[in-house]
């Protein structure tokens, strides 16, 4: 059985710092693309920041030079540094990983986690 969980959500002021982490555990054999998303009240889930086994990343153009995606292979784990935060990013952030493990290849959520930015 395989396991995602996020973490590093919170409550921050408008130009502040958080940094989310998605690390996967279980009956794993490799982590291979992972994106992290987000949903905020009324809207559509939308993909933020993607990232490939091989570290080819992709950003929503809202968060671009604000957001860094970076995977840690040998934790099994993908972070997401956000600076320079914005109301506007105030949503449950939610980790998606595509998962090699024994029994066969599957996408994964996690639970998510929420971030909520004053102004």
């Known amino acids: 059985q395989v396991q995602l969980v996020e973490s590093g959500g919170g409550l921050v002021p408008a130009g502040g710092s958080l940094r989310l982490s998605c690390a996967a555990s279980?009956?794993?054999?490799?982590?291979?693309?992972v994106a992290w998303y987000r949903q905020a009240p009324g809207k559509q889930r939308e993909m933020v920041s993607g990232?490939?086994?091989?570290?080819?990343?992709n950003y929503l153009d809202s968060v671009k030079g604000r957001f860094t995606i970076s995977r840690d292979n040998t934790k099994n784990a993908v972070y997401l540094r956000m600076n320079s935060l914005k109301p506007e990013d105030t949503a449950v952030y939610y980790c998606?990983?595509?998962?090699?493990?024994?029994?066969?290849?599957?996408?994964?959520w996690g639970q998510g986690t929420q971030v909520t930015v004053s102004s």
């Open positions: 998606r990983a595509t998962i090699y493990s024994r029994i066969g290849v599957n996408d994964h």
């Open positions: 279980g009956d794993i054999v490799s982590l291979n693309s």
């Open positions: 990232i490939t086994s091989g570290g080819y990343t």
